[in-house]
Antibody
Framework: EVQILETGGGLVKPGGSLRLSCATS????????MNWVRQAPGKGLEWVAQ??????????YYAESLEGRVTISRDDSKSSVYLQVSSLRAEDTAIYYC??????????WGQGVMVTVSS | DIQMTQSPASLSASLGETVTIECLASEDIYSNLAWYQQKPGKSPQLLIYDASSLQDGVPSRFSGSESGTQYSLEINSLQSEDAATYFCQQHHDYPWTFGGGTKLELK
C-alpha cells in the first residue's frame, strides 16, 4: 500500500524558515518524480516544486512565486523528499501536500501538513 | 505560464443527473491534463489522467474528453458521494498549473 506522510509544519514568524519532510513507503521511490503542492485556506491548488528521479539527474523545477525561497530535495535511501522554505510570508500559509508523479499527474497524495505564517 | 480557466466555479445538480466541468487551456497542452476530486478536509484524488484515461479504482461514470484546448470532465448518474470540488491540472509545461476549481453540490 502506497503511503505518504508529511511532517514539519507549524506556526512560523514572517521571515522565518521551515523544512517539510515527506516519508513514503509501499512503492519503489526511485522510479518516481516527487512534488509539493499547496493549498491556502479555502483556496485552490498550487503546484510548488518537483524533483525528478535519478534517471533524470534529480532535476528540479519550481513555481515562480516561490523561486529563490524554496528548495526541494530527496533522499532515495530513505524514500523521502524534503521542502526547505525561507523568508516565509503570510501568503505562504497553506496546507502543503507531498505528491507522487509517475510522469505528469499526481497519482498519490499525502494527508498534508499545515504551515501558518504569523507573528 | 499556461493558464487553466475552469468553469463553472460552482454548480448544483440532482442525483442521477449528468454534469460537465470544463477547463480551457491558454495554449495547446497536448492532452497533458489531469482531473482531481477533493472532498472537504481531504486530500485531492486523481480521477483522470492524459485527458481521458481513468485512474484505477475510479468509477466509470467519470470520463474525460478534449476538443482543441478545451478539456471536459463528465460525471454521469450523479451519486451523493460525488459532492466535492473538482480541479483540472496541466502538466505539459512548467510551471504546472491548476484550474480554479468547481464546487459541485448535490440538490
Amino acid at each position: 500500500e502506497v503511503q505518504i506522510l508529511e511532517t514539519g509544519g507549524g506556526l512560523v514568524k514572517p521571515g522565518g524558515s521551515l523544512r517539510l519532510s515527506c516519508a513514503t513507503s509501499g512503492f519503489n521511490f526511485n522510479d518516481y518524480f516527487m512534488n509539493w503542492v499547496r493549498q491556502a485556506p479555502g483556496k485552490g491548488l498550487e503546484w510548488v516544486a518537483q524533483i525528478r528521479n535519478k534517471n533524470y539527474n534529480y532535476a528540479t523545477y519550481y513555481a515562480e512565486s516561490l523561486e529563490g525561497r524554496v528548495t526541494i530535495s530527496r533522499d532515495d535511501s530513505k524514500s523521502s523528499v524534503y521542502l526547505q522554505v525561507s523568508s516565509l510570508r503570510a501568503e505562504d500559509t497553506a496546507i502543503y501536500y507531498c505528491t507522487r508523479s509517475p510522469w505528469g499527474a499526481f497519482d498519490y497524495w499525502g494527508q498534508g501538513v499545515m504551515v501558518t505564517v504569523s507573528s | 505560464d499556461i493558464q487553466m480557466t475552469q468553469s463553472p466555479a460552482s454548480l448544483s445538480a440532482s442525483l442521477g443527473e449528468t454534469v460537465t466541468i470544463e477547463c480551457l487551456a491558454s495554449e495547446d497542452i497536448y492532452s497533458n491534463l489531469a482531473w482531481y476530486q477533493q472532498k472537504p478536509g481531504k486530500s485531492p484524488q486523481l480521477l483522470i489522467y492524459d485527458a481521458s484515461s481513468l485512474q484505477d479504482g475510479v468509477p466509470s461514470r467519470f470520463s474525460g474528453s478534449e476538443s482543441g484546448t478545451q478539456y471536459s470532465l463528465e460525471i454521469n448518474s450523479l451519486q451523493s458521494e460525488d459532492a466535492a470540488t473538482y480541479f483540472c491540472q496541466q502538466h505539459h509545461d512548467y510551471p504546472w498549473t491548476f484550474g480554479g476549481g468547481t464546487k459541485l453540490e448535490l440538490k
